[in-house]
């Protein structure tokens, strides 16, 4: 049998397995806290920094992202203050404008509490959260995509940005990618301040949005991994 | 002189006293920096000619001519010192070394021309121990280089090098090492000021047979030279750090990670870890003790980045150089996901003096918190660039204005950039805070490696924040959203300010913005780079107000926000910039008022230099 251990998440009592992950516990538990670039049973890389939480230690908060951070026994987390809360909405912002035109990202923009961005849009075709070179290399193990080039140029190739031998076509880079989720259709166009508003329709209130799972587009398979019925 | 192994511990003093004997049957040595600053203004030739000269004198074998690292005055390179008595020469030339061997060496004379001239009081300084910025330093790190040629092993030793290792395999067991560091309070010199003997000790505790030591020697900071020299300098002082740690913390295996741009630095501990396995100081059984330990070198591959220790690690395995989350921390999961303690070059290198003096030696000097001295590297608008070694605690005034001379063409200092990209922009009003982690943190940067570029009136804070956001938008890894984009986000909001088109928003917007990359950014390289931006904005925000509200910049660097115009009454009409303009934009004829058309100007200020009459002003 493997070992429990309990942790404080908001102030709910959670049991998790040792060895497993705060957001996986919080998770677990129905606090849904976002995240973009975990994927269950992939190496967890903290790149997105969306799933961030206050660890309180010692009388002291540290943020820290949840999906790195291992659960110990009698740990304090939060992961709904006000103050990340706004790093959140900073963080989500700074994605939605690079891919307004993503509905995925559009969803954790507007779950983060995003409503106006004031950086002027760009439409890049992918954010680099890493999903898809995580399940080719960590899940497969083909290696046939990977990472080239250092900040402004990083980006996701194969090797020497031909077709490589090593893809065995499974696709599921492709299941993965928050990009190819049908783009909104809405009139997301570079210049433009607001996001459209036809993914506001799934959200209940702004205020019920902080913290609890508003069955979000990518609620089967991308962002949470749970159906709205079994969250409320 | 014995060459052979060191069986035994008792070898090792037999081997210093020879070797300092065969020194004092030397007439002179002359001493000439080899370190990088002096090789690029031709110090080899001049090491070539004096050894020549010396030849052809018959002196070859009763003068010794050593050549080391950095002595830190690199704006009077290459500089030369004659022992014993200290005689300084600077700005030396290869035609002065006939007259140096001949005057000098053979006559006992002294060569007034290649003196060093005090700029305050005009008179000429005979010694090195004499000149002021020297003087007003603390040296103990950077005098040893003069002492030693980094290719000589033997003279490492004759200076009493390795004698710290020894005390510790033989007197000292790994906990009261890693006590006398606790207590010697030393903080890690590389940036975050991390207590080296926490570090140690948590090492040390942690689980594990397989540990390592590393030495981070992949500085990238813009003007800071520090780890450099002393690896170029000293690089057995660097491996006796580790070879210290490594008892200490229970490893048998080190990396020094230098960064492939310092070819001296490679070479020099190359050979340093050479000369040391063949006296049996590396390799099994170190000094006929129980210790074992080598060290391999690994070169880095030209990212910044890769000076963050978890990126170092993943670049040692083999991996991309990324930082990985660090939510346990190296000294328990580290190279390989062993325990593993990673210390920059000049911690490393105030290990033996610690142990060698006792901890209350080191705690001694210094500032509370911040123990010991540290070496700056003074850069920028600055009359004596070099490094200098100070007591922690000193003021930047003294620094800058005491050891630095003070600005260059009569220029007012405006501020001073302490701690590389990751620091911030002190300015002359705050001079008077002590040069210590804490205080310089609490200001809103940070001492960091040591870096200090002292800007002039005739920068631009804007432009500077401009700068270190281009160095880092192309050395961030771009693995984490806040550092990749928020930087990204940065530079084109600082941009659009420099060029005219900032809104009032602008400013609110860059503070949130850098709060943000602060907290959440993976790594250090992340948290910190909003500090230049942060730092300029809470000293400097009036001129980030100028910049966007009056669309003007006050030291007339942003280049769109300037105009180049022609004084009517200082113009001579002598036709020089007309001449001289690439893009036809000045018109005039002869002997009439000369005039720039607005249009044309791609404001490249080719005018304004090439004019005799200071006519050409920037408005």
């Known amino acids: ?232 | 002189m014995s060459k052979s192994r060191l069986k035994t511990i008792k070898d090792l003093a037999p081997l210093r006293n020879s070797l300092i004997k065969e020194r004092e049957k030397l007439r002179a040595t002359i001493v000439i920096c080899g370190g990088t600053g002096c090789q690029a203004s031709r110090s080899l030739a001049v090491i070539d000619e004096v050894k020549k000269q010396l030849a052809k004198h018959k002196l070859k074998k009763s003068v010794n001519v050593r050549t080391t690292g950095c002595h830190g005055f690199c704006e009077q390179g290459p500089v030369m010192v004659i022992e014993p008595d200290e005689i300084f020469y600077c700005h030396v030339s290869p035609d002065d070394a006939a007259e140096i061997v001949t005057k000098t060496i053979r006559d006992g004379e002294i060569i007034e021309r290649l003196l060093y001239t005090d700029p305050v009081s005009g008179k000429t300084i005979k010694t090195e121990s004499e000149i002021p910025f020297y003087l007003a330093q603390d040296r103990y790190l950077l005098a040893q280089n003069r002492q030693v040629n980094p290719c000589s092993i033997e003279d490492y030793i004759a200076i009493g090098g390795y004698s710290a290792l020894a005390k510790t395999l033989f007197e000292l067991p790994p906990e009261s090492v890693v006590k006398e560091i606790v207590n010697s309070e030393l903080r890690g010199r590389g940036g975050g000021g991390f207590p080296t003997g926490r570090k140690w000790a948590e090492c040390r505790e942690a689980p594990g047979d397989e540990k390592y030591v590393i030495c981070n020697a992949d500085e990238g900071d813009p003007g800071a030279y520090m780890d450099r020299c002393v690896l170029e300098g000293n690089p057995h002082l660097v491996l006796e750090g580790m070879m210290i740690g490594a008892w200490a913390v229970g490893a048998r295996k080190g990396y020094v990670y230098v960064r492939n741009e310092y070819p001296l630095a490679v070479k020099h501990i190359q050979l340093a870890v050479e000369q040391a396995r063949k006296l049996g100081i590396l390799g099994e059984n170190i000094f006929g003790s129980p210790f074992s330990f080598d060290v391999d070198i690994a070169r880095g591959g030209g990212a910044f980045v890769c000076g963050e220790s978890t990126a170092l690690m993943a670049s040692l395995e083999g991996k991309v150089g990324e930082p990985r989350p660090k939510d346990v921390h190296t000294v328990v999961d580290g190279l390989w996901h062993k325990p593993t303690t990673l210390n920059n070059v000049e911690t490393w290198a105030n290990v033996p003096s610690i142990i060698k003096n006792g901890s209350s030696w080191f705690a001694s000097k210094g500032a509370k918190g911040s123990k010991g001295t540290k070496i700056l590297a003074l850069t920028g608008h600055i009359k004596n660039t070099g490094l200098v070694e100070v007591e922690m605690g000193k003021s930047i005034n003294d620094v800058v204005f005491g050891i630095g001379g003070g600005a260059t063409n009569g220029k007012a200092i405006k501020a001073v950039q302490t701690g590389g990209p990751s620091g911030g922009c002190l300015p002359v009003e705050k001079f008077d805070l002590p040069v210590d982690f804490d205080a310089l943190a609490d200001a809103g940067s940070m001492v960091g490696s040591g870096g200090m570029v002292v800007m002039d009136e005739s920068t631009c804070m804007v432009d500077v924040a401009k700068y270190f956001l281009t160095f880092l938008q192309d050395e961030s890894c771009g693995k984490c959203v806040p550092c990749r984009l928020g930087i990204d986000r940065m530079l084109e909001i600082v941009t659009e300010i420099s060029e005219g088109r900032g809104t009032s928003d602008h400013i609110e917007l860059l503070e949130d913005l850098g709060d943000t990359m602060s907290t959440t950014s993976l790594c250090g390289l992340g948290k910190t780079a909003a500090n230049p931006v942060l730092s300029t904005l809470r000293y400097f925000r009036d001129e980030y107000e100028t910049h966007i509200n009056e669309k003007k910049c006050p030291a007339g660097v942003c280049q769109a926000l300037i105009t180049y115009i022609i004084d009517e009454e200082k113009c001579t009409c002598c036709g020089l910039c007309k001449r001289a303009c690439p893009h036809n934009a000045i018109a005039g004829k002869k002997k009439q008022v000369h005039s720039i058309d607005v249009d044309l100007c791609q404001k490249c200020g080719i005018c304004m230099s090439e004019c005799k009459f200071d006519a050409i002003q920037i408005q």
């Open chain 1, 1 to 232: 049998m493997t070992q429990e251990v309990t942790v404080n998440i908001d102030g709910a009592f959670i049991r998790a397995p040792k060895g497993s992950t705060v957001l996986d516990a919080a998770l677990g538990a129905g606090i849904c806290i976002p995240h973009l670039c975990r994927v269950p049973y992939l190496e967890d890389i903290g790149a997105c920094r969306l799933c961030i939480v206050e660890h309180i230690e010692n009388g002291r908060s540290k943020i820290t992202t949840s999906c790195t951070l291992l659960v110990q026994e009698g740990m304090r987390i939060l992961s709904n203050t006000d103050r990340i809360r706004k790093l959140r909405r900073n963080i989500a912002e700074l994605l939605v404008t690079e891919a307004p035109n993503s509905r995925a990202i559009q969803d954790i923009a507007l779950r983060c509490g995003v409503v106006e961005t004031r950086y002027p849009f760009r439409n890049s075709d992918c954010v680099l959260c890493g999903r898809c070179v995580r399940a080719c290399t960590g899940h497969f193990g083909e290696k046939a995509i990977g990472f080239v080039g250092r900040g402004k140029d990083r980006r996701v190739e194969s090797p020497f940005n031909l077709y490589s031998e090593l893809c065995n076509e499974c696709g599921r880079c492709i299941d993965l990618c928050p990009m190819t989720i049908v783009p909104c259709d809405g009139n997301m166009k570079p210049g433009e301040g607001r996001l459209c508003g036809n993914c506001e329709s799934k959200m209940l209130t702004e205020e019920a949005a902080q913290g609890y799972c508003i069955g979000c587009y990518m609620g089967d398979g991308f962002q949470c991994e749970r159906s709205i019925t079994n969250t409320l």
